[in-house]
């Protein structure tokens, strides 16, 4: 669609992600003018008014709201702070890109959609593995029959923590009350979306979610067992302590499996798979290059979305779902429960 001028775009919060990802696809986006940020740390103003020429920067967002009459928002601050500062963008007029979680409560989820559509604005929330090769490929494949009826998936995502080395500010992660959970809401979301978006909706989980080897007041490691409407199973392994090793996602049917690891690449396997001598297996390289995109294209896709060029698919309903399932994986965790959503 032609765009008559250039969006005027600001971030609220501007740590490490919109360093890194958001402030950099907007920088580079012809589209967009990339004009003020908001957040209360003086180190964050020197780190993006030297990265970003000519933007401004404002204490806090309210102001920049007011002053500098924005199309764009990308609101980057802790978990906690995500649904005010939202909600404040989208009644200032502004489309909205929320990083993830949506929220921290689902009344938060609810009042942000409410408040979009009341300012008919788009809302679209930061699950940056949609925008994937990998994990792409794999709803494609899924959908086309190409392992047949799907009767299990897993997703492991795990790291070695947000704090050193990523974070600016070790608060906005293992701090409960700013990040309302640990790995399993920060990495866990994203599993959980992915497992929504390719396999449909779960609609139980049981999870333990665990402090193995942090000395931190958040959860470093959980495990998460669900059960999807279409009646498969899956499983979610996510963790802030992990040396480098499997991170991507399986995919098992009736005709065939399909392993994406993000660092290989893309395989289907077929063959038989017994447990005799007999068995053979056969298998197919989809793709052999390692998985692709997330940060580097989000910020595309969200303008396209904003511009009416491509649909907006990772919007505040699947915010509010992922965001459900975590909130009933901590509940399980806590009372020993298996939670059926919506119950
Ligand atoms: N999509 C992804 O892959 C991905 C990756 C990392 C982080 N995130 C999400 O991004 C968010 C921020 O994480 P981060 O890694 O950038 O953390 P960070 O600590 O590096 O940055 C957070 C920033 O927000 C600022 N801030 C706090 N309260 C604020 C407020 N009320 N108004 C304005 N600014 C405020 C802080 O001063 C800080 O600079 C989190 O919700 C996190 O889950 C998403």
């Known amino acids: ?15 490490a992600i919109a360093q890194g990802c958001h402030g950099p696809g907007y920088a580079k986006s012809d589209r967009v003018e990339l004009v003020a940020f908001a957040d209360p740390v003086k180190a964050r103003h020197d780190e993006m008014t030297e990265r970003f020429e000519g933007i401004r ?26 649904a005010a500062a939202t909600i404040a963008a989208l ?38 593995h949609r925008m994937m090769t990998g994990p792409e490929k794999c709803r494609e494949m899924l959908r086309a029959g190409g392992i047949g009826k799907p009767f299990m998936m897993r997703v492991r ?62 959860d470093d490691n959980a495990v998460l067992l669900l059960e999807f409407k279409n009646g498969a199973l899956g499983y979610i392994e996510v963790g802030w302590t992990s040396k480098p090793g499997f991170t991507g996602l399986e995919l098992y049917g009736s005709e065939g499996s399909l392993i994406c690891d993000y660092l290989k690449g893309l395989t289907l396997f077929g063959g038989k798979a017994s447990a005799g001598q007999d068995s053979v297996a056969e298998w197919q390289t989809l793709d052999p290059t390692p998985t692709q995109g997330g940060w580097d294209t989000e910020i595309e896709h969200w303008l396209d979305v904003v511009s009416g060029d491509a649909r907006l698919h990772m919007d505040g309903k699947a915010g509010r779902a ?13 009372t020993g429960r298996r939670i059926t959503l919506g119950a």
């Open 1 to 15: 669609m032609a765009q008559q001028r250039k969006y005027r775009v600001g971030l609220i919060g501007a740590g």
């Open 57 to 82: 920067g404002y204490k806090d967002y309210a102001s920049m709201l007011q002053e500098e009459q924005l199309d764009i928002v990308s609101v980057c601050t802790p978990n906690a702070a995500h």
């Open 91 to 128: 009644e200032a007029g502004c489309h909205v890109l929320c990083e993830k979680p949506m929220a921290v409560t689902l009344d938060e989820t609810d009042a942000m959609i409410a408040a979009a559509r009341k300012a008919r604005k788009k809302l679209m929330i930061g699950f940056t």
């Open 157 to 218: 995502f795990a790291h070695g923590g947000p704090y050193p080395g990523w974070a600016k500010d070790p608060d906005t992660f293992y701090r409960p009350e700013i990040s309302a959970g640990g790995a399993m809401l920060d990495m866990g979301i994203h599993a959980i979306d992915l497992c929504n978006w390719i396999m449909g909706p779960v609609v139980s989980v049981t999870a333990t979610c665990k402090t193995l080897l942090k000395r931190i007041k958040v």
């Open 322 to 334: 992922a965001l459900e399932v975590a909130l009933a994986a901590y509940e399980s965790s806590r």
